[in-house]
């Protein structure tokens, strides 16, 4: 058998990536083909003679290669070239025996393991890689792709992992224009970016926004100590180009003020048909629930668009003191009257979750 019509071993595409392959020799109709496996625990020798002849002779019948139809596999089963490049065959499945013309499932991973350098019949099987045993994070499968921090990716490769920066142009120092080169953290990202000294009057925005941190501190006592008021907080963060502070609103009304709208409120916690009721040896209850849906108000000319059902503190007797201790913050829609005609506004209202009763406030 001449060099040129030597036929050339066909390896599958999967198991490329995974397998050292070489030709060690040729002996007139055989063409003998060395793999290494180097995935796994062991190092797995694995051999085959391939009989290929100067042409392609495939049988016509056979339940694994086609004749006029082609070949017909049992579902799930790969539909491969031979590894003499010739006929359609298929894959030869987990437990199957195979050699270097009866190629295993490349598509189920599968790969020839013959049981001695000298045996030219193997068995197919998965070829398992290490998996990866990384500190402060835990295990990971080989194959399997995880991050160190935001800006470092790594991934298992048979035991041992590799990584590459997220942030490759930190590595990347800019060119000598830039004076001062200096890597800076931008608020909100996690790559640094560089900065030069002649950036900084094209950039102040950014160092600006970078240096700012948004703080916002608590909410004030409500201004009426029944019926609407105010809360207000300080918050310092970036707007309008500056770091700035400014004093945050909410709406808040920590009990209604009528007689009428009390014993509403106060029903809620003693009616038979409420869903509160006094705890015995209690006064009062410290925290109840509007008795029905009414549109709140923000004292001035805007009404909420949805009718609600606060929470109020409750109106304890004697010189009991009850207050809120756990509020939210919710914005909500609201119908105002301005400049002779109806808009929408959304404002924020404080929503009360729990109150507390004291002796004295």
């Not at 002849?53 to 049988?59: A, E, L, V």
């Not at 224009?177 to 002649?198: K, T, Y």
């Not at 009426?224 to 180009?241: K, P, Q």
Request: some cysteine; charged content about 20%; glycine content about 10%.
């Amino acid at each position: 058998m001449s060099r040129q019509q030597k036929r050339k071993l066909t390896i599958p595409a999967a198991a490329a990536t995974s397998i050292d392959h070489y030709f060690s020799g040729h002996d007139q109709e055989c063409l003998y083909v060395y793999y290494k496996f180097t995935r796994g625990r062991a190092n797995l020798l694995v051999q085959g003679a391939v009989q290929c002849g100067p042409s392609c002779r495939c049988s016509s019948g056979g339940p694994h290669e086609g004749g006029e139809g082609g070949a017909r596999c049992p579902d799930g089963v790969s539909l491969v070239r031979d590894g003499c490049n010739c006929c359609s065959i298929c894959a030869r499945q987990q437990g199957d025996t195979c050699d270097a013309v009866q190629l295993c499932d490349a598509r189920r991973q599968l790969h020839c393991v013959y049981p001695d350098r000298n045996a030219s019949v193997g068995t197919c099987k998965v070829v398992q890689g290490q998996s990866c045993q990384v500190e402060g994070l835990g295990q990971y499968k080989d194959g399997a792709t995880f991050k160190l921090d935001c800006r470092t990716q790594c991934s298992c490769q048979n035991g041992t992992y590799g990584c590459v920066s997220l942030c490759p142009h930190e590595g990347v120092r800019p060119s000598a224009e830039c004076r001062n080169a200096r890597l800076v953290r931008l608020r909100g990202n996690c790559c640094r970016e560089w900065l030069c000294d002649h950036d900084t009057l094209k950039q102040p925005l950014a160092l600006a926004r970078a240096s700012c941190e948004r703080h916002a501190g608590d909410w004030s006592p409500c201004s009426a100590s029944c019926g609407v008021g105010v809360s207000t907080r300080l918050v310092t963060d970036f707007r309008l180009g500056q770091c700035r502070s400014r004093n945050e609103t909410r709406i808040c009304n920590v009990r209604p003020c009528t007689a009428l709208d009390a014993a509403g409120a106060a029903g809620s916690a003693g009616s038979s048909g409420s869903r509160h009721r006094t705890r015995r040896n209690h006064l009062c209850r410290a925290t109840v629930r509007a008795s029905c849906a009414a549109p709140l108000t923000d004292g001035a000319n805007c009404t909420s668009v949805a009718p609600q059902t606060p929470k109020y503190c409750g109106s304890c007797p004697g010189r009991r003191c009850c207050f809120p201790v756990l509020t939210t913050t919710t914005t909500l829609p609201f119908h105002c009257f301005e400049d002779g005609g109806w808009v929408t506004r959304h404002k924020d209202v404080m929503t009360i979750v729990r109150c507390r009763c004291k002796p004295k406030c």
